[in-house]
């Protein structure tokens, strides 16, 4: 290790100066960069020359680091075939390569003793430490059962497991053989995982017994086993044990460590084009079914890579805790890939930010010598509201850099974050990214040494990110001070390659608004020093608790009710989840029991979605407001339950306007019953 450091540092010294525009030799007849291209002079640069070579010349940038990031089975002929309009999108052509070698045999060669992942279980002090040999050896052992068992290259996995070394070997697994994962965040019901099974026609699946959260069980071998009943392509369930209660073995079941152990520790890995799918991550979109997006290798790698050093300055021997779950994308890139891919030390976060007390995060620093901590501002808005000494009692020392993804923070829990989590001294990122993205596309990291953070602000782009701000009538917007669209006008490698099954929803949810540019379907502003602040989502998407879900998907759920001919969802705002659905509900004629239907709708959405997706607010209205042409017009909804005004902005649009007069008083007199139930 030193002396590659010398190395490079020789390099460097004798390297041509830095400066914007193609650098380095190039090859004669390729544009490919010449090897070590990264190693020894671009990743000198100062991030602005490096942010202006990276879109200036996106060959030469992401060529470089692929090439010298990355272990390589055969090396890529080209950098990238990328075309946004058609969504057809290719980076590092020819190459072949294992996600799960760059992630741990590459380690073990020069560390196999430094720990990979520390398990942060339920209960605090009974944390696991999983060193990169015995992560590489867990995952092949994993990968020798799914062989065993007839699964092969290209085949569906889905993994519906809390954190755990077992969910990350699950997943490296599949990378080592070629399979691709489908990891089902575990609160959602048995219906959506096996709608999830089924659009992506998985071959088996791999669970544990139990869960276990804040004390409490989570029986999730129940639920898979309502899963499957109605999806006939799953051959085999994996069954792990979390907990030592007993499970009820069916036909499909096989019990995981007990098949592991009389499988050998070692798995050739496949070779595999950089192009061929990684792993599908299931998330919600404007309209009701949830889209499978689809990664791929190579590019989504080198990606999170980058980004997990860059963007939290993650160094050697760092701790790198991000709580979030493997069951989101942030858990993907964040508390797998990225870090393992740098050789990292990654937390995995089992329990929640409150148990056994609302100081359980800084703790959990304290007791881990965390030096990044990445969360959710939903957690902190949770949180701040305690007292500071949940905090200020922890040793928190070990902190170097903070984050926050998932939604918008609000300037109340940044410097909460900042100056009491924080005191003052560490960095904090307020990092904008999405499940199509892969990877953090805005940040305010990196930056030039010193340059300042504003509060509550995504701020920059990452390397090879072009923002670009397109106004109603698709017209780019330039200058600053200006909001509109947020699009991305120049692929990037983690980005998204498809939706699995269906590219035309693809282009159609994403190239199409505003041809030549990835659409994000979030809103932003532009501030007069050219930095970006997101202001949130433009589509029907709502964002609870950081989780984002469809107001389509709840309301396919409502409608199923027999009682209900149509609803229309809207997202509230909730001062600890950021929002909260809003059903509006119109009820058929005659229906007496309103109290019992409203309770038949949670638990429907409950057993449909997940029990984060059940409105908190239902209003029972005689009649939605609708456009001439037939459409719900949700802004009027929004309009009403928001404003305290009542004011419901322009009705000239609708059909019959006197709809709206019928909603309001109807809302006036679900806010005062609400105010008297709270006397
Ligand atoms: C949507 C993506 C990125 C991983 C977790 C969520 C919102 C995300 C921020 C932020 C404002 C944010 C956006 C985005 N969002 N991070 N820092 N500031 N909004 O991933 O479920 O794919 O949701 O979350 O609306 O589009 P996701």
Redesign the pocket.
Known sequence: MAAQRLFRTLLSRSGTGPGPGPAGPRRASSSLPAPGTWSSRLSRLPHRDLYRLSVTDPDQFWGSAAADRLRWVEPFHRVRDCELRSGRISWFLGGKLNVSVNCLDVHVETHPDRVALIWERDEPGTEVKVTYRELLETTCRLANVLKSHGVQKGDRVAVYMPVSPLAVAAMLACARIGAVHTVVFAGFSSEALAGRIQDAQCKAVVTCNQGVRGGRLIDLKATVDAAVKSCPSVQHVFVSQRTENPTVMGQLDVPLEEVMSSQPPVCPPEPLDSEDLLFLLY??GSTGKPKGIVHTQAGYLLYTSLTHQYVFDHRDGDVFGCV?DVG???GH?YVVYGPLCNGATTVLFESTPVYPDPGRYWETVQRLRISQFYG?PTALRLLLKYDDSWVKKYDRSSLRTLG??????NHEAWHWFHSVVGDGRCPLV????????GG?C??PRPAEEGAPILPAM?MRPFFGIQPELLGEKGERLSGDDVSGALCIGQAWPGMARSIYGDHDRFVEAYFTAFPGYYC???GAHRSNHGFYQ?T??IDD?I?IS???LGTAEIEDALDEHPAVPESAVIGFPHDIKGEVPFAFVVLKDGVSERGAVLQQLRELVSTKIAKYAVPEHFLVVRRLPKTRSGKIMRRILRKVATETTGDPGDVSTLDDPSVVKEIIDAHRRYTEQRAEKKK
């Open positions: 998330t919600s979030a989101w994308i942030t890139s959710a926050s993804v998932g939604e918008p923070i307020d990092t904008w990214w999405q499940t199509e993205t953090v805005i940040a995504a994000t379907g979030d997101i949130g989502r998407v964002n950081g989780h984002r």
